[in-house]
């Protein structure tokens, strides 16, 4: 059981409600840069305290990090290692090889950010040297058993939480809005906002919240061995009834879900993409925490409710009223009973759900953790007193005395002082469970020197129940080398290398090795004829078929036949199920040669393929061994020699869910795949559909970004130009621009992630 830990105050609930493991930030690096994170003290103290009980602690530093940042980044787990954190969470391909060379016996997780949802991915995390792979929350039941059959990682899967809208967390709105990187710990959730589709307002981005509490047994049998809860941005009590609600599942025992859903519960839960088909994710009438049904509205008299409750309420209990699915109304309750003040248009008949429940706070705040010992005390006259102190797990400290005991001259003391003195844990993680004392009718031991004693005693098995915990756990193991990021650039990515058997080493594989000197420029389309039509205009294209079938390769095939030009398949950033099948018959197509790779599982199946790793790859490094559209988290000047889309409405999110069968209440409406449009208040957003054996979608930026008068600027020598969501009647204007390197005539655009490299 893995429990998050945004603070200490979180990190003590999961421990103290029975999490085997906490996953948790450091003040950089981490995923969740608004949660409270850890300083480097406070970290080696959460270690401490963690250990104590068994229980590991994993450091996330899971964003995309900069060349710049590499060594910040490696100090920040250097120090994290001397605390004997038990692993390192991370995403960045580029950072992982260099963690690697530079601490090569460190235990790394691959956070799901990474994007792994089969065992093609799961077998190049191996490959990458991780223990264990965090899985895409895309994954498929059936996926997860393959990734057990073909590979040794240990399985981690998220079961509970917030569910992030975008394929595995990788998601670019925030990232060209503002320049606050989702991928870099600093996500505004646009999602959580209202939008319109078809005349319909509601919001349409924001994903229920998972519950995977009648799946679990089905996860452990599919060969999930972590089972994972998120919220490092929740509070401290949802923590530990999470930690504790799925504890007493995997234990074997039922428990009941309603608690857990009064502390938080966004959309009444549901299981994302386990089965097939997929539900529907989405909650389009509330954003927020809807809680537990517990009555309904009796009558209203101007703003006092009368309600008709299961139980009474109590003062301090947080209300909202729902009608139809809309919350009408809300109320912080004053007073116990059945009638309450409240805000809104409420009326007779609407549901109340409890969301804020001040009993079950109490109850939760409570609840203790502390580890039993048994204390046998002995002393004889005018010898030291002795001391042996053992836990249940027969952790056994012997302490004697700096003393002497004393022959009294008055009143002895007696064995009731003395238990008395050792019940006192006080602030220790310890509770006296048995207490034997053999002592002297006559002996003396001042108060204070028992005191001391009993400290000196406590301090001491703690310490030899951490020492035993590590020793177990081999850790105090991992090599640090004197290496930097700075170091010979073969041994820096001496692991990618073995990855990328096209790799930009010198003299590595050279049967792999395309000439791609001239391709400056590269359209991308979904639509062939257009890419027949505009031949003359690029020096490569790149394919995205709407559907990906039996015609892809003959496609691909006529239009280089035609053109004698390069063409790239864009490959889809998911492939599930039996996705797989498809994708593979297509990749042994002999005119399947050149593809853009989304995704790390196709890094194992294109590897005897001419690649370029496309920009959802989230390499922000231009050294990456690698043939690469960088991607555009990469804020910096000079992009030397490799590609970068210069023109496109860029996909800012990827979905594995239907929008049209949210609008249609979460049933299939078999079209044909037909673009949609979601707009807020001042802007239009495509979602355009694509499908291999399942459906996809993607929302599209509202305008494209352009860059063709900065490209010499930034030294972009390789453009991507993306006409996917380009009107046909607009192409023309883009390839003129495009000519002239100016902007495009009579069209909005947006400077996007390069507004930030002209600073």
Not at 466 to 494: P, Q
Not at 556 to 562: D, L
């Amino acid at each position: 059981m893995l429990a998050p830990a945004g603070n200490p105050d979180s990190l003590r609930a999961a421990v103290v409600n029975g999490a085997d493991a906490v996953y948790l930030g450091a003040p950089m690096f981490s995923a969740r840069a608004k949660a409270g994170n850890f300083t480097f003290e406070q970290l080696a103290e959460a270690v401490r305290y963690c250990h104590l009980f068994g229980v590991k602690v994993y450091l996330a530093v899971n964003t995309v990090i900069k060349p710049e940042e590499y060594e910040s980044a490696l100090n920040t787990v250097k120090r994290a290692v001397t605390t004997e954190i038990d692993a390192i969470i991370v995403q960045d391909l580029a950072f992982l090889s260099i963690l690697h060379t530079t601490m090569p016996d460190i235990v790394v997780h691959l956070s799901t950010q990474a994007g792994v949802h089969n065992a093609a991915g799961a077998i190049i995390a191996e490959k990458l040297g991780a223990k264990r792979v965090i899985l895409s929350r895309e994954v498929l039941l059936e996926d997860i058993r393959e990734i057990k059959r073909k590979t040794k990682l240990e399985i981690e899967c998220f079961v509970h939480g917030a569910l992030c809208v975008a394929f595995s967390g990788n998601c670019y709105f925030s990232s060209l809005a503002t320049g606050l990187s989702g991928n870099r710990g600093k996500c505004l959730q646009f999602c959580r906002k209202k939008y319109s589709v078809e005349k319909r307002e509601g919001y349409f981005l924001s994903a229920k919240d998972l519950n995977e509490s009648d799946r679990i047994n089905a996860l452990i049998k599919a060969g999930v061995t972590s089972f994972k809860i998120e919220g490092r941005m929740r509070r401290a009590e949802y923590v530990g009834e999470a930690t504790r609600h799925y504890k007493t599942l995997l234990s074997g025992s039922d428990d009941d879900v309603r608690d857990l859903n009064a502390l938080f519960n966004r959309g009444n839960g549901c299981h994302a993409y386990l089965d097939n088909p997929t539900e529907n994710v989405i909650y389009p009438n509330i954003q927020g925490h809807v809680g537990v049904k517990i009555g309904t509205v009796k009558s209203v008299n101007g703003k006092i409710a009368t309600l008709k409750l299961d139980s009474p309420l109590k003062t301090g209990d947080g209300i909202k009223f729902i009608r139809n699915g809309i919350e009408s109304g809300n109320a912080s309750v004053s007073s116990d009973g059945y009638k309450t003040s409240f805000e809104g248009s409420v009326k007779v008949g609407d549901e109340v759900r409890i969301t804020s429940d001040s009993e079950l706070l109490k109850r939760i705040n409570s609840r203790t953790k502390k580890i039993p010992i048994n204390v046998d005390f002995s002393c004889k006259i005018n010898e030291p007193a002795v001391v042996i102190t053992t836990t249940e797990n027969r952790q056994t400290v012997t302490v004697r005395s700096d003393f002497i005991v004393e022959k009294a001259k008055n009143a002895p003391i007696t064995a009731e002082t003395i238990k008395d003195c050792f019940n006192k844990t006080g602030d220790t993680e310890f509770v006296l469970s048995d207490f034997v004392c053999n002592l002297p009718s006559d002996a003396f031991i001042a108060k204070s020197t028992l005191n001391a004693l009993r400290r000196k005693v406590y301090e001491l098995l703690e310490n030899e129940i951490i020492i035993d915990y590590e020793a177990k756990n081999k850790l105090n193991g991992v090599i640090l080398r004197e290496s930097s990021y700075n170091d010979d650039f073969n041994r820096k990515f001496e692991l990618i290398k073995k990855i990328l058997p096209n790799a930009d080493f010198a003299g590595n594989n050279p049967k792999y090795t395309v000439n791609t000197e001239n391709e400056n420029i590269i359209f991308k389309s979904d639509d062939c004829n257009f890419l027949l039509a505009a031949a003359d205009e690029y020096d490569a294209a790149i394919y995205f078929p709407r559907k990906y079938n039996e015609t892809v390769a003959s496609t691909i095939k006529n239009i280089e036949s035609k053109t004698g030009k390069r063409v790239y398949l864009d490959l889809p950033i998911m492939i599930r199920g039996c996705d797989g099948d498809i994708i593979n018959k297509i990749l042994s197509d002999e005119n399947v040669k050149n593809v853009i790779i989304n995704n790390i599982g196709e890094l194992e199946l294109c590897k005897n393929k001419n690649y370029l790793l496309g920009s959802a790859m989230n390499v922000v490094n231009p050294d990456f061994p690698a043939r690469k559209i960088i991607s555009v988290e990469y804020d910096g000047k000079d992009f030397r020699g490799n590609y970068a889309y210069v023109f496109g409405k860029y996909p800012i999110m990827t979905f594995a869910h239907c929008p049209k069968k949210t609008l249609n209440g979460g049933k299939c409406l078999h079209c044909n795949h037909e673009p949609l449009m979601i707009s807020d208040r001042s802007n239009e957003f495509d979602v355009i559909f694509y499908k291999a054996g399942y459906c996809y979608s993607q929302l599209l930026n509202c305008n494209p970004i352009c860059a063709f008068d900065l490209c010499d600027k930034l030294k972009i020598t390789r453009k991507i130009v993306d006409f996917i969501g380009i009107e046909p009647s607009l192409r023309n204007t883009v390839i003129d621009a495009l000519r002239r390197n100016e902007k495009p005539v009579m069209m909005p655009i947006t400077r996007g992630y390069f507004a930030k490299k002209l600073d």
